[in-house]
């Protein structure tokens, strides 16, 4: 899809389509009015007439209309316009978007961009546009052997801006939305591909092709060997069940002063996890191919970062497994020393994602982060305390939750912030290690998140536990390419504040 912006009003349009809205009820937008004083009342009338009544989700599609320039106007309801939150915004672009794709205009003018969003300023309102209709028209039919075509698709979207001089901003916010979900396309293909093509060296192969494209992107994959060199046991102790090789995939983005400190993202990238010894429950658990949804975040934010060549050093560290039951696998009980010399009592062989992000955040060390931030599908008990709409987060320092919460909150991609008092580490003391994997019932996510925190104390760092975003279930089953924006938009502030 080609997006760009544009300003002028909607009687001038020489389009396939011009798309406006309609509040509830039966109020014209701006540019809705325009186009009914133009066309003497004749939308006016049909809405009067009760063709539409305005509510969020409604559509009507007008054909050759009097004075007009363009071959057809397309009503969108928006509901009331009092309370436009950007959750409405972005259902309302995508039925607009899926309408079109249905109905043989091949090139739209949106004016929907108009629309007061609460909290959003025009680039942002540009933004959400973009996203959503990516969003809307993304299909994973790869594996398919017979897939929908659309015989007339929408290939090209124009949005508009108020005035001349928004369209420098405008350009920018095209940009970056185009980057973006370009980045969480990344994410979503990964998330989707069932664990037996998208193995660890697949994480890998896929990482080492975006160097291709950007010659300031470098890519270093560490296999077994290398990490038993390094002693990452704790890691090691995951892949030790399974046939397929682990990796360590680090991804090296330098595009600032090679003396900068780097951001660091760590991302968690369990092809499946089976839950080892310690198994899983068959109900629901072919979900546990989305378990690297960390890694494919990661790997969708630096394509983002790179497509924008943000002035930036960012390294990123994947750890990469399956977690499968074997006879070599880890047992309950088994203790391994991890790379930081910390011993670990595995009780609980499901806990493994903690068990692998802890060598890799060690790992970062070396580079001398200005902050290090791990993303993990790590807990259900995260899924229990925020539900699909709010990832968990953990830092200990908080200028960096504050900037995270920010990057959350302006992107519609947000985050919550949960303890890590103190009080927690008790439940995670073992008698015959220096820690246990696991913490018991009782606030599952932040034992999980106080685990990490012991491997993190040399660094400012976050940890956002995205079990319940990274994917949905049911008829809409699929990766959501979640947190892609947010990690993407907090690296453009941190440019933009530097
Ligand atoms: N990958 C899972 C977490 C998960 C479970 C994410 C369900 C999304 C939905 C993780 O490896 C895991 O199994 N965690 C255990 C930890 C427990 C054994 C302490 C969990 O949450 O049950
Ligand atoms: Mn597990
Ligand atoms: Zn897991």
């Not at 992107?217 to 060997?225: N, Q, R």
Request: proline content about 4%; charged content about 20%; aromatic content about 6%.
């Amino acid at each position: 899809m080609e997006f760009s912006v544009k300003s002028g009003s909607p009687e001038k349009q020489r389009t396939a389509c011009v798309v406006v809205g309609v509040y509830e009820p039966r109020r014209l937008t701006p540019s809705a009015q325009r186009l009914d004083d133009l066309t003497d009342g004749y939308i006016s009338s049909l809405i009067r007439r009760g063709d539409l009544e305005g509510k969020a989700g409604q559509t009507l599609l007008l054909h050759n209309i009097n004075n007009t320039l363009c071959d057809r106007i397309l009503l969108v309801g928006c509901g009331r316009e009092r309370d436009l939150s950007f959750t409405q915004y972005r259902k309302i672009i995508s039925n607009a978007v899926s309408t079109l794709n249905d109905t043989g205009s091949m090139e739209a003018v949106f004016y929907l961009t108009e629309l007061p969003v609460k909290g959003c300023d025009s680039s942002q309102r540009i933004r959400h546009a973009i996203e959503a209709a990516q969003n809307s028209l993304y299909r994973f039919d790869q594996l398919k052997s017979k897939k929908d075509s659309t015989r007339r698709p929408l290939r090209k979207i124009v949005l508009t801006v108020p005035n001349r001089r928004d369209l420098a901003d405008g350009e920018r916010a095209v940009r970056e939305g185009m980057a973006i979900s370009q980045g969480i396309k990344v994410a979503k293909d990964l998330g989707n591909m069932p664990g037996n093509i998208c193995t660890p060296t697949y994480l890998a192969d896929r990482a080492k092709t975006l160097t291709r494209v950007y010659s300031n992107l470098s890519v270093d994959i560490l296999d077994e060997d290398q990490l038993e060199e390094l002693g990452m046991n704790a890691f090691l102790s995951v892949s030790s069940g399974s046939r397929q090789p682990a990796k360590m995939i680090v991804m090296n983005y330098q595009n600032t002063d090679s003396s900068a400190p780097p951001i660091c993202l760590v991302g968690k990238g369990v092809t499946f996890d089976s839950g080892g010894i310690s198994l899983k429950p068959g109900s629901a658990m072919d979900e546990m191919k989305y378990d690297m949804c960390g890694a494919a975040s990661v790997i969708g934010a630096v394509n983002a970062i790179a497509e924008l060549q943000l002035e930036i050093n960012v390294v990123a560290v994947i750890p990469a497994t399956e977690n499968l039951p074997d006879g070599l696998a880890t047992k309950p009980g088994d203790i391994v020393t991890s790379y930081s010399g910390t011993t670990i009592e595995i009780l609980n062989t499901d806990a493994e994602g903690r068990l692998i992000l802890c060598d890799a955040l060690s790992y970062c060390e070396r580079f001398n982060p200005s902050v290090v931030i791990d993303i993990a599908t790590l807990t259900g008990a995260c899924v229990v305390a925020l539900g699909k709409h709010a990832a968990g987060l953990f830092s200990n320092h908080s200028p960096l939750a504050h900037d995270l919460n920010n990057a959350g909150k302006s992107t519609g991609d947000r985050v919550w912030e949960m303890p890590l008092w103190e009080e927690y580490q008790e439940q995670l003391k073992s008698n015959f290690a220096d820690l246990a994997n696991i913490g018991g019932k009782e606030a599952g996510s932040v034992t999980a998140a106080t685990f990490l925190s012991a491997f993190c104390k040399k660094y400012h760092w976050a940890h956002l536990d995205i079990a319940g975003v990274a994917w949905e279930s049911g008829t809409k089953k699929g990766s959501t390419g979640r947190p892609v924006s947010l990690l993407t938009q907090y690296i453009i502030d941190q440019v933009d504040n530097s």
